[in-house]
């Protein structure tokens, strides 16, 4: 049975300081730095988004913050119980040469049975799980990293180019856990509706440097928020629409490990959630 997470639950709260990132300098080569005295405070319940041109050193700091890369100069400090989680549009976090079952199983202390029933949430059937993880698409891997970031239990969620890949399914159950979300996120990502949607705030890198912060947009825009959030809302429908086109297809003429109770589970569950967004 397809069982639909509500929100991503989190272990413990953090404190309210969750990083502070003090003159961080990094330059792969010598005087030509990527990052050159960056500064950032990020606090609890912040969801910050990250952008600026490709190159510019949004990932080089999202990886040196993950403490995945060592900063040359400067401090990048954690705060009090902040429990850190990690998505990578790499997904160099799953290991190619285990199954689905081992990749859950082997990183989270849930039983058998646990362990099938959170791979069905992710649409994942029972001759799935003991696929090799190298044999996934790019849209099945999204699902299965997304469904380790859930099981984390993290208050801190990093997360470089998380769109990058995923099929409909994994975007929209990202978004949705994403916007529940009650802990932290730091960000990259190029995508204008899922920055629009997740993040409070926004923080520009250039030249190396953070130049501009951007708050989410206060009284004197309503009306600007108002057009913006009828635009999202009308793309929003119009994905729905596709999603459940894909699915309707795959029920029509099932592949190999489809699970036609799962797919139409889902899709009565879009049904219900466009026509609701449909009436607003």
Request: contains cysteine.
């Amino acid at each position: 049975k397809f069982i639909r997470r509500e929100r991503m639950e989190m272990k413990q709260e953090s404190g309210r300081d969750v990083l502070v990132a003090e003159n961080v300098y990094k330059a792969y080569i010598p005087g030509r730095p990527v990052l050159q005295g960056v500064e950032l405070h990020l606090r609890k319940g912040e969801k910050v988004a990250l952008i600026g041109p490709n190159g510019c050193g949004k990932s080089t700091f999202l990886k040196i913050a993950a403490g995945k890369l060592q900063a040359d100069a400067g401090l990048m400090k954690l705060g009090s119980r902040v429990e850190l989680a990690w998505f990578s549009q790499e997904f160099e976090d799953l290991h190619e040469d285990w199954t689905l079952f081992e990749e859950i199983s082997r990183n989270f202390d849930l039983d058998d049975v646990e362990v099938r029933s959170a791979l069905g949430t992710m649409l994942f059937s029972e001759d799935d799980v003991f696929k090799k993880i190298g044999t996934l698409s790019g849209g099945e891997k999204g699902r299965l990293a997304l469904l380790k970031l859930m099981l984390t239990g993290a208050n801190f969620l990093m997360l470089d180019e998380p769109t990058n890949h995923l099929d409909l399914f994994t975007m929209e159950e990202l978004e949705r856990l994403l916007s529940g979300y009650g802990g932290t996120l730091l960000f990259v990502s190029h995508d204008e509706a899922f920055l629009r949607k997740i993040a409070t705030r926004t923080v520009r890198f250039s030249g190396g440097r953070l130049t501009t912060f951007e708050e989410k947009p206060d009284e004197t825009n309503r009306e600007k928020t108002r057009n913006m959030e009828k635009e999202n809302r009308q793309v929003e429908i119009s994905r729905m629409e596709m999603k459940m086109a894909v699915l309707s297809a795959r029920m029509s003429a099932p592949k190999k490990g489809d699970r036609p109770d799962l797919l139409q589970e889902e899709y009565m569950r879009l049904a219900e959630e466009l026509r609701q967004l449909k009436t607003k």
